[in-house]
T-cell receptor, first 112, second 113 residues
Framework: DQQVKQNSPSLSVQEGRISILNCDYTNSMFDYFLWYKKYPAEGPTFLISISSIKDKNEDGRFTVFLNKSAKHLSLHIVPSQPGDSAVYFCAAKRTSGSRLTFGEGTQLTVNP | DGGITQSPKYLFRKEGQNVTLSCEQNLNHDAMYWYRQDPGQGLRLIYYSQIVNDFQKGDIAEGYSVSREKKESFPLTVTSAQKNPTAFYLC????????????FGPGTRLTVL
């Protein structure tokens, strides 16, 4: 039972344009969501997060949007840079719990 | 310099052998986690520990074992019972068990020949 899904295995965008990565979840108990960035053969690094009490969180070029009614969140990167090329994982948890549930990941490629 | 270390970076073993992956953290974090990553799949939780001398099974614990005798160390043993052990293994920690952000080590690539 895949509780967190990233339906796009890959995304390719031009440098300077917007990248939009999507994530859907099924477990209504999830109330905290995170995005991690991962380069090959390295551990994931935390990028940005959002609590279910908000619908938007912004940090520099990165913005995460949460639509609770649709159980959907998205990560916007503006403007995209070649160094953003990596696999992006969406993760979800209950703030009262300790476990993170990850999506399958989306490979973002930003072309110069 | 605080962080999580995993050693070695690459590990090769023959089929049927047990192998132990190391994970050490100097962040003074209470909770530690082991994940497995396979191509095209997300990170799947193997085991986690919220406190010293205690640990719980994750979603794919079969064929694995762990110990948590010290706060800073959480080794993972991949036993011969694990049917598909070749994978990228990631260790993580969080300040408290319910803390939202987990910090990851660099990972160990295990290849079973």
């Amino acid at each position: 039972d895949q509780q967190v899904k990233q339906n796009s295995p890959s995304l390719s965008v031009q440098e300077g344009r917007i990248s939009i990565l999507n994530c859907d979840y099924t477990n209504s108990m999830f109330d905290y969501f995170l995005w991690y960035k991962k380069y090959p053969a390295e551990g994931p690094t935390f990028l940005i997060s959002i609590s279910s009490i908000k619908d938007k969180n912004e940090d520099g070029r990165f913005t995460v949007f949460l639509n609770k009614s649709a159980k959907h969140l998205s990560l916007h990167i503006v403007p995209s840079q070649p160094g953003d090329s990596a696999v992006y994982f969406c993760a979800a948890k209950r703030t009262s719990g300790s476990r993170l549930t990850f999506g399958e990941g989306t490979q973002l490629t930003v072309n110069p | 310099d605080g962080g999580i270390t995993q050693s070695p970076k690459y590990l090769f073993r023959k089929e049927g052998q047990n192998v132990t992956l190391s994970c050490e953290q100097n962040l003074n974090h209470d909770a530690m986690y082991w994940y497995r990553q396979d191509p095209g799949q997300g990170l799947r939780l193997i085991y986690y520990s919220q406190i010293v001398n205690d640990f719980q099974k994750g979603d794919i614990a079969e064929g694995y074992s762990v110990s948590r005798e010290k706060k800073e160390s959480f080794p993972l043993t991949v036993t011969s019972a694990q049917k598909n052990p070749t994978a990228f293994y990631l260790c993580a920690s969080s300040q408290t068990p319910t803390n939202n952000e987990q910090f990851f080590g660099p990972g160990t690539r295990l290849t079973v020949l």
